[in-house]
C-alpha cells in the first residue's frame, strides 16, 4: 500500500460525498483504474488537464476540495446548540437559531460596511436573507440566502474568528 495513493484516494472520496460528479472508492492505496477514473473526472470538473494522474495543480485542487467537502458534511459548529435537522434555516421559518444567526451577522457589521441592517432578531427576516446572501456570495457558497449547515459553519467559523478581535 503507497500511502500518499491512499490520501490522494481518502480526498476522493471526500470530494465525492458532496459531488456526485465524481465517483466514489475506497482508499486502497492502490493507484489502479478507479482512481484514474475518478481523478480524471475530478480534473474535468475543475478544467484541469484530464492526464488521470495527479500532478502539482490537482493535488492543491484536491486539498482545496476535500477541506471543503468535510466542512459540508462536518456537523454544525457550536455556537449555539444546533443539530444537522435543524437547518436549513430561511425566511419564515421559526427556529431557535435565528437570534444566533443574527447575533453573528450583526459582528460582522462591526467590521463590514456591506452587513450593514443587520440587528437582532428573533425572526428569519428579508433582511437576514440579503445578508445571509451577501455572506455566501463573498464566501463562494451557492447564494440562497437561506442558511444550510455549511454556511451555518461558514458563519460560525468567522463569527468566532471575530469575536476574539476587536473591531476597527
Known amino acids: 500500500m503507497d500511502t500518499a495513493v491512499y490520501e490522494i484516494q481518502t480526498y476522493i472520496r471526500n470530494i465525492s460525498r458532496i459531488d456526485g460528479d465524481i465517483p ?7 493507484y489502479g483504474e478507479e482512481t484514474t477514473e475518478s481523478i480524471t473526472a475530478f480534473q474535468r470538473k ?3 488537464p484530464q492526464t488521470g494522474k495527479v500532478n502539482l495543480a490537482t493535488w492543491n485542487k484536491l486539498l482545496e476540495e476535500s477541506d ?7 456537523e454544525p459548529m457550536l455556537t449555539a446548540p444546533a443539530k444537522s435537522g435543524d ?4 425566511k419564515g421559518k421559526k427556529s431557535h437559531l435565528n437570534r444566533n444567526i443574527n447575533l453573528m451577522l ?26 445571509i446572501g451577501i455572506f455566501q456570495s463573498a464566501s463562494g457558497i451557492s447564494v440562497t440566502g437561506e442558511t444550510d449547515k455549511n454556511t451555518w459553519n461558514m458563519l460560525s467559523s468567522l463569527y468566532l474568528i471575530l469575536s476574539e478581535e476587536e473591531p476597527n
Open 24 to 30: 466514489s472508492l475506497v482508499p486502497d492505496g492502490i
Open 46 to 48: 475543475h478544467l484541469l
Open 87 to 90: 437547518f436549513p434555516l430561511k
Open 68 to 74: 471543503r467537502a468535510l466542512f459540508a458534511i462536518s
Open 106 to 131: 450583526t459582528r460582522l457589521s462591526d467590521y463590514y460596511d456591506n452587513f450593514s441592517g443587520a440587528y437582532l432578531s428573533d425572526e428569519y427576516t428579508e433582511d437576514t436573507e440579503r445578508l
